[in-house]
């Protein structure tokens, strides 16, 4: 059986850990050719292009901070500079703060709006100049726009400003048969939870109580998600939010 991204080009942003290096990884274990985009981890990144390498998959490193307009562009250039073409973008390039209204300050706000949602239009920008027929954006959100916790005003926006693009962008860019879809995961394993200390915390404990699946997720959980909404097997879907969290509502 064809891998199911046989052929395919695919940018993963923020991509040297969690999500966005399972996506990365399975992109490539799926046949894709893969930019592993870092702001920060070069270690991460090339770790993660490392592993596809030696497993015979196809993959660079390439730095760029999303929310700076020449450094959006020069990820997707590296795109087609080395592969070509592209067919797929993942905006999964995100950070997350949390705090209560008392404590959100213009830095708080501008940190996480810059990457959660400017990096998101600037690469995309910097991307549809090279889409074709066929070509997929996948924008990574989060339960949170739908599930609304406390603390989290800020970084809420953020993604529901993610899930309000995702939708406006399907219909600018659906007659060009471009494909614009959110991929929103619960709490997932990373270093950023464990970093945080989410894992093994009150907070885990009361969203594994909340989900009917009975677990937090892990990466790969979002990432064969991912390859399914890169591939052609998704042709029909454009501008849904896919909430991937076990059922937490």
Request: glycine letters at 14%; hydrophobic letters at 40%; proline letters at 3%.
């Amino acid at each position: 059986m064809a891998n199911k991204l046989t052929g395919k080009v695919a940018v993963v942003t923020g991509a040297s850990k969690g999500i966005g290096a399972a996506i990365a990884t399975h992109y490539a274990a799926e046949g894709a050719s893969v930019v592993v985009n870092y702001s920060s981890s070069k270690e991460g990144a090339d770790k993660v292009v490392a592993a596809i390498t030696a497993a015979g998959g196809k993959a660079i490193a390439v730095k760029g901070d999303v929310s700076k307009s020449a450094d959006a562009q020069g990820i997707i250039d590296a795109a087609i500079n080395t592969y070509g073409k592209l067919d797929i973008l993942v905006n999964n390039s995100g950070v997350y703060e949390f705090a209560p209204i008392e404590a959100v300050t213009e830095e708080h706000f501008h940190k996480q709006f810059n990457i959660n949602v400017l990096g998101l239009l600037l690469t995309t920008q910097a991307a549809v100049k090279h889409l074709g027929e066929g070509g997929s954006i996948i924008n990574i959100g989060s339960v949170v726009s739908r599930i609304t916790p406390p603390h989290s005003a800020v970084y809420t926006g953020t993604k529901g400003a993610v899930d309000a693009i995702t939708g406006v962008l399907s219909r600018e860019l659906g007659p060009k048969k471009i494909r614009v879809n959110a991929l929103n995961p619960g709490m997932i394993e990373t270093e950023g939870t464990h970093t945080a200390g989410i894992i093994g915390s009150d907070m885990e404990t009361g969203v594994v109580a909340q989900t009917p699946l009975g677990r937090i997720g892990q990466p790969e959980d979002i990432a064969t998600i991912a390859v399914f909404l890169g591939s052609d097997d998704s042709y029909w879907l454009t501008g849904e939010q896919l909430y991937a969290g076990g059922g937490v509502r």
